[in-house]
């Protein structure tokens, strides 16, 4: 059960920091993440 836990943390820590890349690279590239989600 611990080690599920551990995989469920590892999981959410990837999914945070995944999110806080997309809003970093929509700041610096706003032109190229229009492009991206057209």
């Known amino acids: ?3 599920k836990a551990v995989g469920e943390e590892i999981l959410n ?3 945070v920091i ?3 890349n ?3 690279f929509k700041n610096t590239y706003p032109e190229e ?3 991206i989600n057209q």
Do not use: D, R
Request: aromatic content about 0%.
């Open 1 to 3: 059960m611990k080690n």
């Open 13 to 15: 820590s990837i999914t």
């Open 18 to 20: 995944k999110g806080l």
């Open 22 to 24: 997309e809003l970093i």
């Open 33 to 35: 993440t229009a492009i």
